[in-house]
């Protein structure tokens, strides 16, 4: 069965109004949450508040639902023993239901932070290295490690995870999809890409995961999909583009874009008519269900639905009362 998330917005919402609605996710069905870990926003309308400690709020307040950021980038503004202490803690408060994405990060968040900004072959040296060290001490180790760039002296969590935390590793393009494969438990990707590109994607993710000697079929493939159910299309669109523009712009994840202005001035290029052709904008519960399974027969397993809707609870409440019994129902007659 796919599990059906909700992406939290933490670009467009102050953190308690974001708890709230995460609250409302979890009543009306969602089964998990997946928040940005970022340091400045897309835009300067946005915000950007520390996402472990949102993390924290929302597993003290809730029973079911799994969360972890999308995506933490843990080799620049972090040290890859801070992470790992900060997922072995939330798990306490949410035993089972903590997971981790990872990715090499964006300019956005690392550079106005530690002024550098290495190459993405450095980057991806430094994430396998990173999630060695996360791994080792989870694992409860006492760990001295001497790598390229990082080293560790006899480090080690004393408090280490409550259960088993997956690792999920972001790839934007088929050529970083192998490493994902071979380095962690799933896959996290971006929507609104030609399925020719996912498929090419799942198809390297595959081969990286049996080079690991791991079964590719049993490894979670996360997709976050933007979803605006709405009657009133131009505004929902706009509500969108007013945090995100930046989002639908290739550079803004590979090249040294790293303020919220330099982000919004790249994302003037986008419109509406890029929303319309890359998201699913509809009112109709039947066509927001299908553009979920079209996803599913893909290959993933894991859905994360986003909106940038400004009554954030009313979407939760209308997506989780009309489009998810449809999605449970399509999944199950599958």
């Given amino acids: 069965m796919a599990v059906i998330g909700w992406k939290a917005g933490a670009e467009q919402f102050a953190p308690q109004e974001l708890l709230e609605c995460a609250l409302v996710a979890e009543e009306v069905g969602f089964e998990s949450i997946d928040v940005s870990d970022h340091f400045h926003p897309w835009s300067e309308e946005g915000q950007a508040p520390f996402a472990w400690t949102w993390l924290g709020a929302v597993a003290a307040r809730t029973q079911k639902i799994s ?4 995506v933490t980038c843990p ?6 023993a801070i992470i790992a202490q900060a997922t072995a803690t939330l798990s ?3 035993p089972g239901r903590v997971y981790l994405g990872l990715g ?4 956005l968040n690392e550079y106005p932070v530690t002024h550098h900004w290495p190459t993405y072959t450095e980057r991806r040296e430094r994430l396998k290295e990173a999630i060695e060290i996360i791994r080792a001490l989870w694992a409860g180790e006492k760990l001295s490690y001497a790598g390229k760039y990082y080293q560790t002296k006899e480090a080690k969590l004393y408090t280490p995870p409550k259960s088993a935390i997956p690792i999920y590793i972001s790839a934007l393009v088929p050529e970083s999809a192998r490493f994902a494969g071979e380095y962690g438990d799933g896959l996290i990707i971006v929507g609104g890409k030609p399925e020719d590109l996912y498929k090419q ?9 049996r080079a690991a000697k791991k079964d590719p079929d049993k490894m979670a493939k996360l997709i976050e999909l933007n979803m605006l159910y709405t009657n009133d299309e131009e505004t929902s669109i706009q509500h969108l583009l007013t945090y995100w523009a930046g989002t639908f712009v290739p550079a803004l ?23 319309r052709k890359t998201c699913c904008v509809s009112g109709d519960p039947k066509v927001q269900a299908q553009y979920i399974q079209k996803h599913i027969d893909l290959g993933f397993d894991h859905i994360f639905v986003h909106s940038g809707d ?25």
């Fill in 67 to 70: 969360m972890g950021p999308g």
């Fill in 75 to 80: 080799i620049l503004r972090y040290h890859p």
């Fill in 92 to 94: 306490h408060f949410a």
């Fill in 104 to 107: 090499a990060g964006e300019a």
């Fill in 201 to 209: 994607v799942l198809k390297n993710f595959s081969e990286g995961g």
């Fill in 253 to 275: 994840f590979n090249q040294k874009i790293y303020s919220p202005a330099m982000s919004a001035q790249n994302g003037e290029v986008v419109g509406p008519d890029t929303v």
């Fill in 310 to 334: 400004k009554d954030q609870k009313d979407y939760l409440r209308r997506f989780g009362k009309d489009v998810l019994p449809r999605v449970h129902a399509m999944v199950a007659a599958h």
